[in-house]
């Protein structure tokens, strides 16, 4: 995973300001550690959308997210002042309803840029879709300005944004915003 996340988020601007000073290497490195933790969940399988048989939403025991809790340290460079402010958007879905225990959330889609603008994305996140409409779920996913196209494209509304001043590390103040985006369930 962090092989291709790493060179997709390398043209985002929220991402490459955080990453910096940071070595490729060392953000590659911090990466692994990272989802890592993910990957530990015997039980589980990462990037799983619903429970078999139930068709509820999967959720974590205590137990899980005990495990996979803490941050490993950040590399050295890392923009200390944006991660700050980036740390105050995590969770952000929950100010506007969302609740892992009933709703769906879309988190970390990333294309290798050789593979960007191919319609990858747009294929993933369709069948996404066709999954949790089987079920009549409602999804909630937090999307960056190059992203938002995308989710608006298939049926998801703004529903809130938040954002950080990018402007401050050499880009717009629209480039800062993280939208909160809610689809309904599609009965097509």
Do not use: C
Not at 47 to 57: D, I, T, V
Not at 92 to 114: F, N, Q
Not at 157 to 171: L, N, P, R, V, W
């Amino acid at each position: 995973m962090p092989e291709i996340f790493v060179p997709a988020m390398s043209k985002d601007l929220q991402w490459s300001s955080l990453m910096r000073d940071a070595k490729v290497k060392d953000w590659v490195a911090w990466q692994l550690e990272y989802f890592k933790l993910r990957w530990k969940l015997p039980d589980k399988r990462l990037f799983f959308a619903k429970k078999f048989p139930l068709g509820s939403p999967g959720t974590w025991t205590k137990e899980q997210i005990n495990a996979s809790s803490g941050v490993p340290p950040m590399p050295e460079g890392v923009n200390q002042v944006l991660l700050k402010e980036m740390t105050s958007l995590i969770g952000i879905s929950k100010k506007y309803g969302y609740d892992s225990t009933i709703h769906y959330h879309r988190k970390g889609m990333a294309v290798l840029p050789e593979y960007q603008r191919k319609g990858i994305a747009s294929k993933l996140s369709q069948r996404l879709n066709e999954i949790v409409d089987e079920e009549g779920g409602t999804t909630y996913a937090v999307a960056v300005p190059a992203a938002m196209m995308l989710f608006k494209k298939q049926d998801f509304e703004i529903i809130g944004t938040g954002s950080m001043d990018m402007t401050k590390f050499g880009g717009t103040s629209e480039q800062g915003n993280s939208y909160v985006m809610l689809r309904k369930p599609q009965n097509k």
